[in-house]
Each structure stands twice: as C-alpha cells, then as structure tokens.
Nanobody, 125 residues
Framework: QVQLVEFGGGSVQAGGSLRLSCAVS????????MAWFRQAPGKEREFAAA????????EYSDSVKGRFTISRDKDSNMLYLQMSSLRPDDTAVYYC??????????????????WGQGTQVTVSS
C-alpha cells in the first residue's frame, strides 16, 4: 500500500515562500500521477498542482499558476511543492495524493487512490 507523508508547512507572511515535501513509500511502477490538493476551512478540497511520476509533465490550477512549482525526485521518492508570493487565500491544509495507474493528470480528488495526512499552511497579511 502506498504511503504518503507531508511535511514543511507552517506560518508565513504574505509575499513569503514555503516548500512542502511529501515522502512517497511503496509506489511501484511509473504510470502514476502525483498531486497537491488543498482545503481551506469551510471549503471543498481543491486541486493545486500535479506531476506525472514518469515524464514529469505538470499541471496547475489557475489560482497557483506562476507562483507554485511542483516537482518530484524519483531517486529519493519525494514530491515537492515550492510556493512563492504566498497570499492569505493560500491558507489551507495541503495534501499530497497519488493516482497509481493512469495515463492522465486528473484534477478531481475522487480519482486519487492514496492521500497523506495533510500539512497546515497559514499565510498572514
């Protein structure tokens, strides 16, 4: 069973940067998509960014495009989200997720098979 553990969240002022990390265990094969989702209080979980585990193709939501960068390191089994120019509306719990067998990048949470426990990001104005 795939295991995902996020770390790197915290509190930062608007305009600052944070890097989230996700340690990936027991992921076999390469036809997976890794993603970051986020959930703010009282809101639904929303897609932020995703990357193909094999080819490295990426997709971003409009709200983070140009400010966030998703990447993965297959050798160390790590997923990252570099967040810059943070805004108060980026405040949320951030989750990493994996869709194990896919040829596409999905933007809906229901397609993802495994999830981490989440890490809090708080951006103050």
């Amino acid at each position: 069973q795939v295991q995902l553990v996020e770390f790197g969240g915290g509190s930062v002022q608007a305009g600052g940067s944070l890097r989230l990390s996700c340690a990936v265990s027991h992921l076999t094969g390469s036809s997976a998509t890794m993603a970051w989702f986020r959930q703010a209080p009282g809101k639904e979980r929303e897609f932020a960014a995703a990357v193909r585990w094999d080819g490295g193709n990426t997709e971003y939501s409009d709200s983070v495009k140009g400010r966030f960068t998703i990447s993965r390191d297959k050798d160390s089994n790590m997923l990252y989200l570099q967040m810059s120019s943070l805004r108060p509306d980026d405040t949320a719990v951030y989750y990493c997720a994996v869709e194990v067998y896919t040829l596409d990048i999905a933007r809906f949470a229901r397609f993802y098979d495994y999830w981490g426990q989440g890490t809090q990001v708080t951006v103050s104005s």
